[in-house]
Nanobody
């Protein structure tokens, strides 16, 4: 059974850091690109970052460029999202998802198939 489990969220002050983890099981992670998405209250879910199966290609939404870094350790079946210089507007539930479909841009929700349950990130003083 394919599963993705996010962890690492929490409450952090503005300017602080968190590292989110997306632990996967039930499939060979190497074959899948992974995306991180977030959804704030009252807003649509948006793409945050993407990493290809090999890790050679990454994308970031403009608002997190230079602050967030996506990485993966296929041997550990885990994808990470290092978040630095956090801002209150980063507050959201963060989700990871697999992208096995070849169509759609990196942040096209419908092109993602399996999703985790999400982890809450709250940036507040």
């Amino acid at each position: 059974q394919l599963q993705l489990v996010e962890s690492g969220g929490g409450l952090v002050q503005p300017g602080g850091s968190l590292r989110l983890s997306c632990a996967t099981s039930g499939f060979t992670l190497d074959y899948y690109a992974i995306g991180w998405f977030r959804q704030a209250p009252g807003k649509e879910r948006e793409g945050v970052s993407y990493i290809s199966g090999s890790g050679g290609t990454t994308y970031y939404t403009d608002s997190v460029k230079g602050r967030f870094t996506i990485s993966r350790d296929n041997a550990k079946n885990t994808v990470y999202l290092q978040m630095n210089s956090l801002k209150p507007e980063d507050t959201a539930v963060y989700y990871c998802a697999t992208k096995s479909r070849l169509w759609g841009s990196w942040n096209h929700l419908a092109s993602y198939d399996y999703w985790g349950q999400g982890t809450q990130v709250t940036v507040s003083s």
